[in-house]
């Protein structure tokens, strides 16, 4: 599945987006300041992800209301170095 991502403010997530229609979740981590691994999160309501959204800290987020509640899978691996953009 392809989710279109929008960046976010925070220090460990890069980008987030969803797919109302399969209630996946996607969440792309950062590495430092590169991009990171994207995992989706399944069967997530969409009042989860708005709320997640709207968090102020979106690693706290994750951490209380998705890691460990919703099953998931790795689905991109980090850029290589020569494929980020400068």
Sequence with gaps: MNIQLHPV????????GYAP???TLAVQF?????????????AVPLTVYKAFDASDSKGKYLGAWIKGKYKFRRVAEPPKADQEAA
Aim: cysteine-free; overall charge negative; charged content about 20%.
């Design 9 to 16: 403010t925070s220090s460990q997530i890069n980008a987030i």
């Design 30 to 42: 950062k590495n430092g300041n590169k991009i990171g691994a994207t995992y989706e999160y399944f």
């Design 21 to 23: 229609e399969t209630e």
